[in-house]
């Protein structure tokens, strides 16, 4: 631990039905090769065995903390974490996923050294333990400052995430995910991307993002999970323009109809496609009343 008695980073796990998982997530934190953290685990109402494995931790680190709360959704199960966090330096990981055994010290080294308020390391998707596509890919470590390039960086809009990124706690003072929602990383994002002065890359160390099927995002469809996901990236759209961040044209959602007809939905345009093939496009002000499927 730091001379100060509190612990240099906070890393905040959400966990929720991760029995297959939560147990690496865990151990790749615990055998860092960076020693002053904090893991918070906050066990979102699980029902399977993840509190019990969680427990396990608990015995045998004195730096593992387990909150248990009845199921609220990420968000606030974050938030959570986010209240007693004691760390300089926050970090978010999702208990299906793992980090680098260097993974800490990479990014501690560089968001210091730099000075920078957020670093942003190599993400890869894994199915089975094994990498296979490329979500961020960066060769050299630098320093963005610029809002244009912090963006491209961050490869917004298409792509928001709060996981594989080190915050600086004062960055992200008294900012929270919304609670109660299926899609609250971009929702935070784009607020900490209005704070955001400085962000360097960090090439050396990888995220590792677990393709699971039982996740959030990749769950069965459902008019609750899509609504809500428009509702988020409406919520994207409003903030970045009242906040003056040129996001750039986002894809609010795309509706399937019948035929192999699709229609992209963005907020002052529609584009219809046949087989994935531009038919031609209507400017008109999006409306969700009338998206029947999405």
């Known amino acids: 631990m730091s001379q100060y008695g509190n612990p240099k980073i906070t890393v905040i796990i959400p966990a929720y039905n991760v029995e297959k998982y939560v147990e690496k997530c865990i151990k790749s934190v615990l055998e860092q090769t960076y020693k002053d953290f904090e893991i918070i685990v906050i066990n979102d109402g ?9 427990n396990k931790f608990v015995l045998e680190d004195s730096r593992i903390r387990i909150i248990d709360q009845t199921n609220q959704k990420q968000g606030a199960a974050r938030n959570r974490g986010l209240d007693i966090a004691r760390g300089e330096y926050i ?20 968001i210091t050294e730099t000075n920078s308020d957020c670093a942003i390391s190599n993400m890869m998707r894994c199915r089975n333990d094994r990498d296979y596509r490329v979500c961020f890919g960066f060769e ?3 320093v963005y400052t610029k809002i244009d390039d912090i963006i491209k960086i961050l490869n917004l809009p298409t792509q928001f995430t709060a996981s594989g990124k080190m915050y600086s706690r004062k960055i992200i003072n008294n900012l929270y995910f919304e609670e109660g929602v299926y899609f609250e990383d971009g929702r935070f994002l784009i607020r900490v991307l209005s704070r955001l002065k400085s ?3 960090v090439p050396e160390v990888i995220y590792h993002y677990v393709a699971n099927n039982n996740s959030t995002l990749r769950k069965k ?6 609504r809500d996901r428009i509702t988020g990236f409406l ?3 409003n903030f970045a323009e009242e906040n ?7 894809l609010i959602a795309k509706e399937k109809t019948h035929f192999g007809l699709s229609i992209k939905h963005y907020k002052t345009r529609r ?12 400017r008109v002000t999006f409306n969700m009343k009338e998206i029947k499927n999405v």
Do not use: C, H, Q
């Open 46 to 54: 699980s029902t399977d065995k993840t509190l019990e494995i969680l």
């Open 91 to 110: 970090i978010f990981i999702d208990a299906d996923d793992w980090i680098d055994e260097n993974y800490l010290e990479e990014m501690y080294s560089k």
């Open 140 to 142: 050299n470590s630098n």
């Open 199 to 201: 962000l360097v890359t």
């Open 221 to 226: 469809y459902s008019p609750e999970r899509a």
């Open 235 to 237: 919520d994207i759209i």
């Open 244 to 250: 003056n961040i040129p996001l750039g044209e986002v």
């Open 271 to 282: 584009i219809y496609y046949l087989f994935g093939i531009k038919l031609f496009e209507k």
